[in-house]
Nanobody, 122 residues
């Protein structure tokens, strides 16, 4: 079992930045692929970014968001720059125990955090 706790969400003006953090409970954190997803009101949960050793981004955030991880701290980050109102959503951290893939599909992730709200005002 892996527990994930997100932090760092908030209200920011368009063009601003936020950094989200996700702390994992397991010391075997290094064995998991980690992903960030988001869900806006009335919409399905969508992929944002993922990391194992390589990184993978949704086209909508490429060049603006950066995912990184610190295995010593069991933490994954999402640096979000040049934020837009359409980035407003609840952001979720997720862990995938399959060591051979880096996925954009929600159903391939085994563990999820509770989410953190990001609101971007215009």
């Amino acid at each position: 079992q892996v527990q994930l706790v997100e932090s760092g969400g908030g209200l920011v003006q368009a063009g601003g930045s936020l950094r989200l953090s996700c702390a994992a409970s397991r010391r075997t954190f290094v064995r998991y692929s980690m992903g960030w997803f988001r869900q806006a009101p009335g919409k399905e949960r969508e992929f944002v970014a993922a990391i194992r050793s390589a990184t993978y981004y949704a086209d909508s955030v490429k060049g603006r968001f950066t995912i990184s991880r610190d295995n010593a701290k069991n933490t994954v980050y999402l640096q979000m720059n040049s934020l837009k109102p359409e980035d407003t959503a609840i952001y979720y951290c997720a862990a995938d125990s399959d060591i051979w893939r880096i996925s954009s599909y929600t159903y391939e992730y085994d563990y999820w955090g509770q989410g953190t709200q990001v609101t971007v005002s215009s």
